[in-house]
């Protein structure tokens, strides 16, 4: 037989903006997340109880990425592609392995929602985040902190003999290595992707997986579920009759249903047009939970669609899959265990009947078909890679190299090791963190307990008391995590990390006096000490003297909030974010007009959170009139 499949890269040219550097200030307070509930009585048993297993309260070790702006050109994108006879992949490895487009050749369709532009925008768990396509979210309730970061790519033999296309990282918040598994067996109409997520670790470890896939708004979708958990922002999941077509067009706020699928009827999911063309997606048993998501018709949800891509594109939606009923919960992956899957991407052509889509898909695609398809990759899944196609961070080599750990199909070489690894490799090889070489913003900080126990005994010096203090503080042991950084004070020679720190813990100790001070001191000493107008002072300065003048303004030290402004960069005064907080001291000055001139002036506030409703406040409190729609981001 003849395996006509290829895999090749190609450069993809469209309207992005620029990325920018990550915030360099680590992540000490609780995560913001939308997806939580205040109350499980009347829930499963089951779900009630993986909705309260370990869900995640810290972003560390990750950094927030909220350097983007929203001003777009034209940008090369380096994408892989992945082609048979029938049907065309485009991912990109660089943001998250995203499959960007699924073409059906046949009949010249696109299958998924394809947004025409590259614009992040805060919905990732770590900020930075863009819709369209397919994603792969894995670590905790959310889009994964991977949405715009490279992923290791390689061509692999597939299971048919033919071409696979693997992606691979570690996934840092859950410490879980994992792969994606690409392929289009011969003459076939469906993309098969296996996944693994595997545990190394002599523990338990929580797990989650979604599947993301965007589609036209306009499509219907299809389901095998008469009933669905809703959950509509508010903190409450009710169970519910699957609404249809015509009443998810007339939904007002945005909401997510998770279909209660019975155990034993086949996992898939499908979004048809008005002529019944379209996605369908299906699975092996393991991948349980498929939801829907739709923004609504309110003007929030259609801000926010406009927010996501170029005026006038089409809208979307989302259909998802994953490793449980909801996206609330998450799965205990026992030790030295792995789970794995196999999904399927194809064309559908259905009556906008449940029943019948399923006979169809049955037809094209049969379910223990796909079964045997899953268990004829599991041998492949641990081939080694004999093409790199793209690289990925060194997060991975380094864990590898402090357990030893062997992890067949995913290699994780000593190769990719980059500056950010380097002082974590001195301290697992030679016991000591080293300091820095020049005056900069600290490095990132390995919070997890092995690394916490080498900072332990590691000698002390006022960089890795600093380091060590991020850690004790994700761990919970907040007094010790002060002590820490107060040791450091005495004798660091940057102090504003450490200030900044201790503000901090001083906020989440109910002192809002003593944060605001040490964050004026902080901001006082990072302005004395930074060398240039260079990225990484630039993140710097803006990262602090937001959160500066946000703590001032929470004491009403007004002046002093003004001192810091002053002090910040122009471009940084004249990002949209930075236009939001000027409006806020204008306000407290007094200045409501001046405030409210802000807002007419305009400005765009690149790293607002989904669900952020702090425009729409602020604009309440400077004019009696409605919010005006370019402002109103609100999703209940």
């Not at 990425?65 to 490895?93: F, K, M, S």
């Not at 503080?473 to 820490?484: E, I, L, P, T, Y």
Request: proline letters at 8%.
């Amino acid at each position: 037989m003849v395996i006509v499949t290829t895999i090749r890269r190609e450069v993809l040219t469209l309207p992005a903006a620029e990325l920018g550097p990550d915030n360099p200030l680590p992540p000490l307070r609780p995560l913001d997340e939308l997806h939580r509930i205040d109350d499980r009585d009347g829930l499963p048993r089951d779900m009630a109880r993986q909705i309260g297993y370990e869900p995640l309260r810290s972003l560390l070790p990750v950094r927030v990425r909220d350097g983007y702006g929203r001003v777009r050109a034209p940008r090369p994108v380096d994408t892989l592609v992945i082609e048979n006879d029938r049907l065309r992949a485009t991912v990109l490895p660089g943001l998250g392995g995203r499959i960007a487009s699924l073409f059906h050749k046949p009949t010249g369709r696109e299958l998924l929602y394809r947004n025409p532009v590259f614009q992040p925008a805060a919905f990732a768990l770590n900020g930075a985040w863009f819709s369209g396509g397919v994603e792969w979210n894995i670590g905790a309730t959310g889009h994964t902190t991977l949405s715009c970061s490279p992923l290791h790519a390689a061509r692999v033999p597939a299971p048919d003999g033919g071409e696979m296309l693997r992606l691979w990282e570690w996934e840092r918040l859950r410490d879980l290595p994992f792969q994606v598994d690409l392929w289009l067996p011969d003459g076939s109409d469906f993309l098969y992707v296996g996944v693994r997520v595997r545990n190394p670790h002599e523990r338990p470890v929580p797990t989650y997986w979604w599947s993301n896939i965007a589609v036209p708004e306009r499509h219907r979708v299809l389901a095998p579920a008469d009933d669905a958990w809703h959950f509509g922002y508010e903190r409450r999941l009710r169970r519910v009759p699957v609404p249809s077509h015509d009443e998810i067009g007339r939904l007002p706020h945005a909401a997510d249903y998770f279909y209660d699928l019975p155990e034993d009827r086949r996992r898939w999911i499908a979004a048809l047009d008005a002529d019944g063309h379209g996605l369908v997606q299906t699975s092996t048993d393991a991948l349980r939970g498929r939801k829907l998501f739709v923004w609504g018709a309110g003007p929030g949800g259609r801000r926010w669609q406009e927010w996501l891509t170029e005026p006038g594109t089409d809208g979307y939606r989302e259909i998802q899959a994953g490793l449980a009923r909801t996206q609330l919960e998450h799965v205990r992956l026992d030790a030295e265990s792995e789970v794995s899957w196999l999904e399927a991407y194809g064309p559908l052509t259905s009556p906008a009947d449940p029943a019948e889509a399923e006979a169809r898909l049955e037809s094209a695609l049969p379910r223990a078909d796909l079964d045997a398809a899953h268990a004829a990759w599991r041998p492949c899944a641990d081939t080694e890679p004999r093409e790199t196609l793209a690289v990925g961070s060194g997060w991975g080599a380094l864990e590898v190299l402090r357990a030893d750990w062997k992890l067949p199909g995913t290699p994780f070489d000593e190769s990719t090791l980059g500056e950010a690894q380097h002082p974590w490799l001195r301290l697992l090889r030679e016991g000591v963190l080293p300091e820095p070489r020049r005056v900069r913003p600290p490095g990132e900080t390995l919070v997890a307990p092995h690394w916490r126990d080498m900072l332990e005994t590691a000698p002390a010096s006022p960089h890795s008391e600093y380091h060590l203090g991020v850690a004790q503080w994700h761990a919970g042991d907040r007094a010790q995590a002060v002590r820490s950084w107060e040791r450091a004070l005495e004798l660091a020679p940057s102090l504003w990390p450490l200030l900044r720190c201790l503000a901090v813990a001083d906020q989440d100790g109910g002192n809002p006096e003593r944060a605001a001070d040490r964050y004026a001191e902080a901001f006082d000493d990072l302005c004395r000490e930074r060398r240039d107008a260079g990225e990484l002072w630039t993140a710097a300065t803006a990262a602090l003297g937001r959160e500066a003048v946000e703590a001032l303004l929470a004491t009403r030290r007004t002046a002093d909030a003004r001192s810091v402004w002053e002090r910040l960069h122009p471009a940084t005064r004249a990002r949209g974010r930075f236009r939001l907080v000027e409006a806020a001291l204008l306000l407290a000055e007094g200045r409501r007009d001046e405030a409210r001139a802000v807002f007419e002036e305009g400005f765009e506030v690149a790293d607002l959170r989904e669900g952020a409703e702090a425009v729409g406040r602020l604009w309440e409190r400077v004019s009696e009139e409605p919010v005006p729609a370019r402002y109103d981001f609100r999703m209940r």
